[in-house]
Antibody, heavy 121, light 110 residues
């Protein structure tokens, strides 16, 4: 059974940093792209980033230069290092598994339950 | 600035068919944009309905279908049921590994 479990969310001040993790199980993690998608309170979904199994990375314009996605295939874990956080980064952050090996498009089959990041002074 | 467009809200009567669309401000949507559709109810993670334009995800009933209609991607729900009342999001690959969600459609079944 595929499982994605996010952790690391919490309250952080504007300008601060936070690292999210997504622990994956139930599939060959190293061969699939993984993404982060966020949802601000009461708002729609926003694609944040994707990292292929081989490490190719893309970011949304809204986070490029401030967020860094990475993965540890030996630990089956996806990360999102967030820095220079802004109030508008407040959201539930979901990790999601790309549906086909080798793809980097936002076609997902599994989602985590999300972790809440609140940026506030 | 590329924008992915969806109807903000739609309503459908139980048993009827409704089509949600997903457009691209910069032009037409094609299968090369890998349209995908997700359903979300309040407080829950999204659920994958359709990927790669028209492939249903596991466990999705065949009442849900994806297609390209004209210059947009489309999600058609046939025989609408009360528990189809949800928010629906499309997402498109807009190039260079970047994807973009539409603003979502709030579907009411009444």
């Amino acid at each position: 059974e595929v499982q994605l479990l996010e952790s690391g969310g919490g309250l952080v001040q504007p300008g601060g940093s936070l690292r999210l993790s997504c622990a994956a199980s139930g599939f060959t993690f190293s061969t699939y792209g993984m993404s982060w998608v966020r949802q601000a309170p009461g708002k729609g979904l926003e694609w944040v980033s994707v990292i292929r199994g081989g490490g190719d990375i893309s970011y949304a314009d809204s986070v490029r230069g401030r967020f860094t996605v990475s993965r540890d295939n030996s630990r089956n874990t996806l990360y999102l290092q967030m820095s220079s956080l802004r109030v508008e980064d407040t959201a539930v952050y979901y990790c999601a598994k790309v549906i086909r090996s080798g793809w980097n498009v936002a076609n997902f089959d599994y989602w985590g339950q999300g972790t809440l990041v609140t940026v506030s002074s | 600035q590329t924008v992915v467009t969806q109807e903000p809200s739609l309503s459908v009567s139980p048993g009827e068919t409704v089509t949600l669309t997903c457009g691209l401000s910069s032009g037409s949507v094609s299968p090369r944009d890998y349209p995908s559709w997700y359903q979300q109810t309040p407080g829950q993670a999204p659920r994958t309905l359709i990927y790669n334009t028209n492939t249903r995800s596991f466990g999705v009933p065949d009442r849900f279908s994806g297609s390209i209609l004209g210059n947009k991607a489309a999600l058609t729900i046939a025989g609408a049921q009360a528990d189809d009342e949800s928010d629906y999001y499309c997402v498109l690959h807009v190039g260079s590994g970047i994807s973009m969600f539409g603003g979502g459609t709030k579907l009411t079944v009444l």
